[in-house]
């Protein structure tokens, strides 16, 4: 445009024409509308060759990774010298905001769990047995939450790591009575650490795997025994299982590329529980004429029982959905929605599954059965919950359903006393639910493998999906199957055969005839009214 302007101008100027006032005017006013022209052109190619700098440091700010020095310095909540900390961000602030609320209320939920328990098991059992019931569920949260304070925490979760890894790969060996959670870096000033929140949260988990023996050595076990047990299971047998596990020990990191997978712990939970539950009935032996006159241990409530189930599946919700271990990203809400998805389904079709064969078997219905049921259900999908889809899911829960029933019956046909079925609900569909969790795990056929990394496929250091990874996913569950249930199993006995031996377990057979109630609570019976008018309610 400029050199069109240029020529024109030149065209003019050379022509022979008569001079004259309007003719110099327009060649001047053409000159400065040249010049204007040539001014903004010059500014608009300024303007463009800023543009595209600017657009060349983004590009090389998308294809780098981010170097801000501040944000590489950990964030405290005191910052006491800025060449090796700093404040945390805001985004930061909300972050850790949103995962000590989710912490917390989910933590919450799963505590609350023990209620359930509590209704589930006294309602088993019968009417003269049920303050000593509900005392041993008091029990497993107190005595656990010293057990846990005092040493569970620091042998599950207490380090040393080593590149993430628990460095001997069995046991942590630090923070004991929960030292170091927070530090005094000057005098006034306290900083607290992370740690607290995951303490809280797995608290609650330890409760859950004590509370699942109690149920299954009720109405026959002495109550100082049973605390014995409970405080070994809590301090030290449980947390081992988690050192292995979820504390990154020797199953996350030595077994294959891929490690175990159990999102929220049908093996680590609740297959520790219900081996617990099965050493214990086996040592303590059943109750006074079981398998003598079977009705007459018949459950006593059954409202407690539909009561306990619900309380329970409420509480899963937290014990599942919670083990997303946080929840600031949209990943992490949408896993958090796909868990719950499984869960639901899961207690459904387990609960129908097992209501559907008693009915089927006994041509009548059987509520305590379809509670059962539902637990199967939920304990099936507890560890594949965050790597299957929900047809996967509806399937896991069918088998489990049905191997509840198949191990349920085996107990009583060996004459293995076991009031709330703990062990097949537990142990049986905890064993079951770990090795689903990788045989269904939602990775491309038997080739891909997902696991832990949720909606990815497990990668290698490049960032390429790992070929063949499934069977290794596989191999490690069954190691973990195995090597739980051997380490619990052991304990158990070591625990409860001396307790047995030395006559400090069982119950007498007077004791058990008379009822626990009445033989060593005060009051003496869990429902006030007299025994007619309760026999005449119960019988309605």
């Not at 981010?66 to 805001?90: G, M, Q, S, W, Y």
Request: hydrophobic letters at 50%; a negative charge; charged letters at 15%.
């Amino acid at each position: 445009m400029m050199l069109r302007a240029a020529h024109l101008l030149g065209f003019l100027l050379a022509r022979p024409v008569a001079t004259s006032p309007s003719l110099n005017d327009r060649v001047a006013e053409l000159e400065r509308l040249v010049l204007k022209q040539q001014e903004l052109l010059s500014s608009q190619e300024e303007q463009f060759q800023e543009t595209q700098h600017m657009l060349s440091d983004i590009s090389r700010a998308a294809a780098e990774p981010r170097r801000l020095a501040a944000t590489t310095l950990p964030p405290k909540v005191h910052v006491i010298d800025n060449t090796t900390e700093r404040a945390f961000t805001d985004i930061e602030n909300l972050q850790q905001a949103l995962d000590h609320t989710w912490f917390i209320l989910c933590g919450a939920m799963v505590m609350f769990m023990q209620a359930g328990f509590a209704m589930v098991e006294s309602g088993c059992c019968r009417a003269k047995n049920v303050q000593n019931i509900l005392l041993k569920n008091l029990t497993d949260v107190c005595v656990g939450t010293l057990g846990w304070w005092m040493s569970g925490w620091a042998f599950a979760y207490g380090g040393p790591m080593v590149d993430g890894y628990l460095e001997n790969g069995f046991i942590g060996t630090d923070q004991f009575f929960g030292a170091g959670f927070m530090s005094t870096p000057k005098a006034g000033m306290i900083e607290p650490t992370g740690a607290i929140k995951s303490w809280f949260f797995q608290w609650a988990f330890c409760g859950a795997a004590a509370t699942i023996v109690s149920g299954g050595v009720a109405e026959r076990v002495n109550f100082p025994g049973y605390c014995i047990f409970s405080f070994v299971m809590t301090a030290f047998i449980y947390p081992v299982c988690v050192a292995w596990t979820w504390g990154y020990g020797f199953l996350a990191k030595d077994i294959s590329d891929v490690g175990y997978m159990d999102f929220a712990g049908s093996g680590v939970v609740h297959m520790t529980g219900g081996v617990g539950a099965l050493v214990g009935a086996i040592i303590a032996g059943p109750r006074l004429g079981r398998f003598d006159n079977p009705d007459a241990f018949n459950p006593h409530s059954l409202p407690l029982i539909v009561l306990g189930t619900f309380i329970l599946w409420f509480g899963w919700y937290g014990f599942n959905c919670g083990s997303t271990l946080g929840m600031t990203t949209a990943a992490k809400g949408m896993m958090a929605a796909q868990v719950a998805m499984n869960t639901t389904i899961g207690g459904a079709t387990g609960g129908l599954t097992v209501f559907t064969l008693r009915l089927a078997l006994l041509k009548k219905y059987d509520i305590g059965g379809f509670c059962n049921g539902i637990l199967a259900g939920l304990v099936s999908i507890t560890a594949p919950c965050g790597n299957v889809e929900v047809g996967p899911a509806f399937v896991i829960a069918l088998i489990g359903g049905f191997l509840y029933q198949g191990a349920s019956a085996l107990l009583r046909k060996v004459k293995v006393d076991d009031p709330i079925d703990a062990f097949a609900v537990h142990g049986v569909c905890g064993a079951w639910g770990t090795l689903a969790a990788a045989l269904f795990d939602w990775g491309d056929g038997f080739d891909l493998y997902h696991g832990w990394s949720g909606f990815a496929c497990a990668q290698d250091a490049s960032g390429v999906c790992l070929k063949g990874a499934w069977g290794g996913g596989m191999a490690a569950n069954v190691v973990e199957v195995l090597a739980i249930a051997s380490w619990v199993a052991a304990w158990s006995t070591i625990i409860f055969l001396p307790l047995r031996l030395a006559k400090f377990l069982r119950a007498s057979d007077s004791v058990q005839e008379e009822g626990f109630d009445a033989a060593k609570h005060s009051p003496t019976k869990a429902y006030a009214m007299d025994e007619s008018a309760a026999n005449t309610i119960l019988s309605a």
